[in-house]
């Protein structure tokens, strides 16, 4: 069984930072890539970042480049978000998922979700 669990979420200001963290147990994840999804009300779920788990390679939407930084602790078989300059628009549900079997910027190819955690960005 793999389990995911996400914390960080919160209320923030524009202009404001989180840091979002993914822990996850049951296998460890020494080989697979993992990502963050965000999911706005009335809106598809979207990619946001991945990781590969070396943290060699990393892949952002341009929407959040130069503002969010993911991040991999293989010690602690954790992945985190880091974002600054938040904005209105980043409000959403964030899920991490891991184990993409295809193209890390699909949502259909993550066979492990996370329960999510809301960030609200007010202006």
């Known amino acids: 069984q793999v389990q995911l669990v996400e914390s960080g979420g919160g209320l923030v200001q524009a202009g404001g930072s989180l840091r979002l963290s993914c822990a996850a147990s049951?296998?460890?994840?020494?080989?697979?890539?993992m990502g963050w999804f965000r999911q706005a009300p009335g809106k598809e779920r979207e990619f946001v970042a991945a990781i590969s788990w070396s943290g060699a390679r990393t892949y952002y939407v341009d929407s959040v480049k130069g503002r969010f930084t993911i991040s991999a602790d293989n010690a602690k078989n954790t992945v985190y978000l880091q974002m600054n300059s938040l904005k209105p628009e980043d409000t959403a549900v964030y899920h991490c998922?891991?184990?993409?079997?295809?193209?890390?910027?699909?949502?259909?190819?993550?066979?492990?979700w996370g329960q999510g955690t809301q960030v609200t960005v007010s202006s």
């Open positions: 998922a891991a184990d993409p079997t295809d193209n890390v910027v699909v949502t259909s190819a993550y066979g492990y």
């Open positions: 049951g296998r460890t994840f020494s080989n697979y890539a």
